[in-house]
């Protein structure tokens, strides 16, 4: 019997992607496995301040995601629970590289689902080859001029040559 839409498994994967890493992408293509539709959400009101903005990151996240059929990409303001309930997800996946990211997932994690009991996150372990990419680190790293292939989708890189030269 053909699924209908309102039986379709929807996750929702949130973030600042600031900028996608390959760690990322590595989530997206497992996450999409376990969803019918995986919504990647970029968080678009944040304090801390971003070298790409909301739609630079957006615009990223479409072209690196095309060859998933079934990876849409969003964004949204306030809080992730309020979110998912407007897109009708069943979850919320996240990444764990480390311990390190174990503790501040928890804390996330607990709240939301004290927002929105019904709310589940589920975690996903970062790829080996990944656990110590981080969007803060790559950027860090291109910013002083260091070499980041093979850490970012292609496209990242060369948007992250960009910005350096232009921020110089
Ligand atoms: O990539 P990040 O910065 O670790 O993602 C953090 C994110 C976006 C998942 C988190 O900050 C978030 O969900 N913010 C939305 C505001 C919210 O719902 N806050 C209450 C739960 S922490």
Redesign the pocket.
């Known amino acids: 019997m053909p699924s209908t839409e309102s039986s379709k498994i929807v996750a929702i994967y949130?973030?600042?992607?600031d900028p996608i890493t390959n760690g990322h992408l590595d989530l997206i293509a497992r996450g999409s496995r376990l969803a019918d539709r995986l919504i990647v959400a970029v968080?678009q009101n944040q304090r801390k301040t971003s070298l790409f903005t909301v739609e630079e990151r957006v615009e990223m996240l479409q072209e690196v995601t095309r060859p998933f059929p079934n990876v849409e990409i969003g964004s949204f303001n306030?809080?992730?629970?309020d979110y998912v309930a407007a897109r009708e997800a069943n979850f919320i996946i996240?990444g764990i590289r480390a311990i390190s990211d174990y503790e501040y997932e928890l804390q996330?994690a607990h709240?939301?689902r004290r927002?929105s009991p019904g709310v589940e996150t589920v975690f996903l372990m970062a790829a080996e080859a990944y656990s110590f990419v981080s969007s803060q680190l790559v950027k860090e790293v291109a910013s002083l001029g260091g070499n980041v292939a093979g850490l970012v989708p292609d496209l990242v890189e060369r948007k992250l040559k960009q910005r350096v030269a232009e921020t110089k």
């Open positions: 949130p973030g600042s992607f968080l306030g809080l992730l629970v996240r996330i709240m939301n927002l």
